[in-house]
């Protein structure tokens, strides 16, 4: 939604909005740009106002109520008004379960070295240049809210299988991925390597990427170490650009393959491309580094187990022979249900690990949801159980010197704040 209102405000529009009154990070480019934050309150909707509501509220939401209520006041869903502005563009959707808002941000800054890019991305960043041609948007398939959008093109990551407290099953998470693929304009481009995607049925021309033989775009020739990763790009057997990426681990390189490969499409020439992707320095909170005396902090927005397994390795590679130490809060009790024992098997890769409880405002989805964080904390071999905290901070900085690895989608980033004050007055 942030990202969405500085597109709007990039656009000319006068745009203020309701949220918490707590901070949260994504609110910078609101107030970067001037737009009026206010406490929630059904006395904030005007006359003449056009509404766009948030996916986390329900009809029954005081300003909701009162927009409704009025006459030349137009209410839009969040995924139904993006709907109508992609119309405007040159339109290329990222989807897929894993890394789509660091391929959209790494798609976008290739792109607006090429065209007048605008973007979207699930870090609350977006932009809308005046003279933009192209529009990349993030896509989330949850309650298959991207069936609002019929992009010209479209980016798919992966599949696998999530938000399990809407899709029934892995078929109907990959039946909302068969929706979309129907809904898309003129090309497709997806991860060939993926086991569900290339069994997809397209109506339009679907060009893959990845690293197994077969696929148009290829990566080989991959070198990984302490610096980042390196391959060259084949495209139909030739190859024709060299990837130096500065972020670690195997996500990166596949999202960067793909960026590649859409931008290829769209004529923007090879070299090109590689320098654009090599001057890319990530999206905020994936993968973000930071140092504090001879210890590492790395935030990450990583909150399901596969994506929390490739973290650690990533981290392994880029710092091969420091101590790694896991940090993970759950965001759905029905995630950490479902997936409770990948979870400590993932989290139980690193040397140490710890677990922070949900958010007080955070309750099971419903009544067959009895899992608790104990289950989690009893999984694991070398963990505990810690707070955002100055006491938890304190026991974390005596497992140092290490790479303390924070994930989660909800406020764990908090604790690694902490933690980097007490850090640097130990140095």
Not at 206 to 219: F, I, L, S
Not at 239 to 249: P, Q, Y
Not at 259 to 271: I, K, Q, R, V, W
Not at 412 to 424: A, S, T, W
Request: with cysteine; glycine share 6%; charged share 25%.
């Amino acid at each position: 939604m942030s990202a969405l209102a500085e597109i709007l405000y990039d656009r000319g529009a006068d745009v203020r909005g309701s949220d918490i009154t707590k901070y949260v990070f994504t609110q910078d480019g609101l107030e970067e740009r001037g737009i009026e934050i206010l406490p929630f309150d059904a006395a904030n909707i005007q006359p003449g106002d056009t509404v766009i509501a948030g996916l986390a509220f329900d009809d029954s939401h005081p300003e909701l109520v009162r927009a409704r209520e009025m006459d030349d006041v137009n209410v839009y869903r969040y995924n139904e008004y993006l709907g109508h502005l992609l119309e405007d563009y040159s339109s290329i959707c990222v989807a897929g379960c894993h890394g789509k808002s660091t391929t959209t941000g790494l798609l976008a800054h290739i792109l607006e070295d090429w065209q007048p890019t605008g973007y979207l991305i699930g870090d609350g960043h977006g932009h809308m240049p005046a003279d933009a041609k192209n529009f990349v948007l993030e896509s989330c398939e949850f309650k298959r809210h991207f069936l609002a959008y019929h992009p010209d093109y479209a980016l798919l990551t992966n599949i696998e299988l999530d938000h399990i407290d809407y899709y029934k099953d892995l078929d109907d998470y990959i039946s909302a991925f068969q929706s979309f693929a129907n809904q898309v304009r003129k090309k497709a481009v997806i991860f060939g390597d993926d086991p569900y995607l290339p069994n997809l049925k397209y109506p339009v021309p679907a060009v893959t990427y990845g690293m197994n033989e077969g696929n148009d775009y290829r990566g080989v020739d991959l070198v990984e170490d302490e610096h980042g990763s390196h391959l060259a790009v084949e495209y139909k057997g030739e190859k024709i650009a060299k990837l130096d990426l500065s972020e670690s681990g195997l996500p990166f390189v596949w999202d960067s393959l793909g960026a590649f490969a859409l931008a290829h499409e769209l004529g923007m020439p090879a070299d090109e491309i590689a320098a654009r992707i090599a001057s890319f320095h990530g999206i905020a909170r994936r993968f973000v580094i930071e140092e504090a005396g001879d210890s590492v902090l790395v935030d990450d927005y990583a909150h399901h187990p596969t994506a929390i397994s490739q973290m650690i390795r990533a981290v392994r590679k880029r710092y091969p022979g420091k101590k790694v130490v896991a940090l993970y809060k759950p965001d759905r009790y029905s995630r950490l249900q479902y997936f409770l024992d990948r979870f400590a098997s993932s989290l139980n890769e690193a040397d140490e690990s710890a677990v922070l409880d949900f958010d007080a405002n955070i309750y099971p989805e419903d009544e067959t949801i009895t899992v608790t964080i104990q289950d989690l904390l009893e999984r694991l071999d070398h963990g505990r159980l810690l707070s955002i905290d100055e006491p938890s901070a304190e026991i974390l900085a005596d497992f140092g010197p290490a790479v303390y690895v924070f994930m989660s989608s909800k406020n764990i980033y908090l604790l690694k704040d902490l933690l980097k004050v007490r850090l640097e007055q130990n140095a």
